[in-house]
């Protein structure tokens, strides 16, 4: 029997013994148990600041001064840059320009193709009533040998003038 009682106290030890507790007492408990919880886990907050930066005066107009040589190296920089560019635009055009200079010269008479568009303009408004700005283009055909140059303007006016 010693046997059985220890068997017995070993039962008694490790199990506990079940309360029957009813859905509306369960409910209660739950209740009760979260307020408690909910006023264990209130603290007060604790209120932070940021704290900002406390440089020196001396330190504010060392960054300034970094900053004003970075910008002025950026001018810099495209300074250089754009003379760089103009360097290489001129050596593009170092090829030589040809001045070109026409004259035409018969019985004692001399004429550049500019003095002939010029007298050409001049028969478009004078002579034609044309205005300037509908005088788009002109072909001149020269004939030293009669002295009269024939003009077609715009594609379609046809004449002539003395020369």
Do not use: C, Q
């Not at 250089?80 to 001045?99: H, N, R, Y």
């Not at 003095?115 to 700005?133: A, F, P, R, T």
């Amino acid at each position: 029997m010693a046997v059985k009682k220890t068997e017995t106290t070993a039962k008694s030890k490790t199990t506990p013994a079940k309360k029957e507790v009813k859905p509306a007492e369960k409910a209660s408990e739950v209740k009760t148990e979260v307020k408690a919880e909910a006023e264990e886990v209130k603290e007060p907050v604790k209120k932070t600041t940021r704290r900002t930066s406390t440089k020196t005066a001396a330190a504010k107009a060392e960054e300034a001064k970094k900053e004003t040589v970075k910008k002025e190296s950026v001018k810099k920089e495209t300074v250089k840059k754009e003379a760089v560019k103009k360097e290489t635009a001129k050596k593009v055009k170092a090829e030589p320009e040809v001045k070109e200079t026409v004259h035409f010269e018969f019985g004692g008479k001399t004429y550049t193709p500019e003095d002939l568009l010029k007298i050409s303009k001049d028969v478009w408004k004078y002579d034609l009533n044309g205005k300037e700005e509908d005088f788009k283009s002109v072909e001149l055909y020269v004939k030293p040998e009669e002295s009269i140059t024939y003009y077609v303007i715009n594609g379609d006016v046809k004449g002539s003038f003395n020369i």
